[in-house]
């Protein structure tokens, strides 16, 4: 997919450049040509000989080369590439592009570049959190620019949190998604429920269940690579997909789902319902803190909306619903009474009986059911690669 494209690859200074290596000898491989710009400070992380050794290009840095006495032309580097991919993206640069300086030969090219830029910041969790940076990255998100997300965990400054360079296998992977002519889901809209729904009690008690919502968000991150336009509604999750390539709706309760769910549904190619949702809610909850007073207490349940029964109900010819279901006996059964009852399309089938899937963990095994009495067996696998063959499947289900 990346034979002959031309990247060009700009590197800041961040502890992240030692991934650049990586991320160049990634490219090469799958035969792009790569040419490589490096602020000053890069050079203190690595050195240009070893992104020029891999890259099989010079690496440019200054807008006089010494050594030659030749100018270096931002311009025509800018028009050179295919992709002009900023990895990592130090917060420095970061705020000089979005304020349009160009003190160096990076924001130059970046300045004059007609291509598609693609940014991957790379800097310690408290600088990726302050406004600052936040507002540079929205700027440069409103100018076109695509953002690679940086990804959660142990940073170079002993801290733990969002920050670190996405890793470059991911960085590739977005680039091939990027670069791919036609992507499985180009121009389709996709709406996702995903995670659990707490049902208030009172005013600090719901009912809630183990829903960690990672099927989902990993949905969501496919569905967008596949090409989709993502609306990714959510009940209460720790952690969330990057919000600036998908649309995320927080909700908390069954009700707010679903009314969230059937908005976005109406103009959607596909629905994803993946979330846990509360089959019952308490008839009353109580406005205040509710004291015990020594006697017993009992919730009387109402049951809630099946959000994707009834969006299925409606659902208009060339509109593709697809479910999921967590079984713990007669599991073949269930399921595919459920892909009928509920008017699916395909349905996921995970057995709580399976060791590592189901709830809260990174894997998932599934079988998926379509209409015509197919089944397809997947093994075990990081909930991403799961979420990569339902993706497929949706495709091959739009194209029949
Ligand atoms: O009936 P059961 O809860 O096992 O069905 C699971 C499927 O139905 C999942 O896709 C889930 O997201 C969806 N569902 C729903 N609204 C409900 C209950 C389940 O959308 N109230």
Redesign the pocket.
Known sequence: MLAGKKILLAVCGSIAAYKSAFLVRLLVKKGAKVQVIMTNSAKDFITPLTLSTLSKNPVHSDFFEEKSGQWQSHVELGLWADIMLIAPASANTLAKLANGLCDNLLSAVYLSARCPILIAPAMDLDMYQHPATKANIDRLLSFGNHLIDAEDGELASGLSGQGRMADPENILAYVEAFLAPERPLSGKKVVI?SGPTHEAIDAVRFIGNHSSGKMGAALAEACRDAGAKVTFITGPVHALPPNNTISIQQVKS?GEMFEAAQKSFKDADVGI???A?S?YRPKESYSNKKKKDGHSFSIELIE?????AELGKNKRKNQITV????ETDQEQQNAQK?LQN?NFDLIALNSLNDEGAGFAHETNKVTVFDRHNNHYDFELKSKKEVASDIVNLIAKELNA
């Open positions: 429920t069954a319902f993946a979330a949702v089959d809630n909306p099946d959000i994707a479910g999921f279901a967590l459920k509920k």
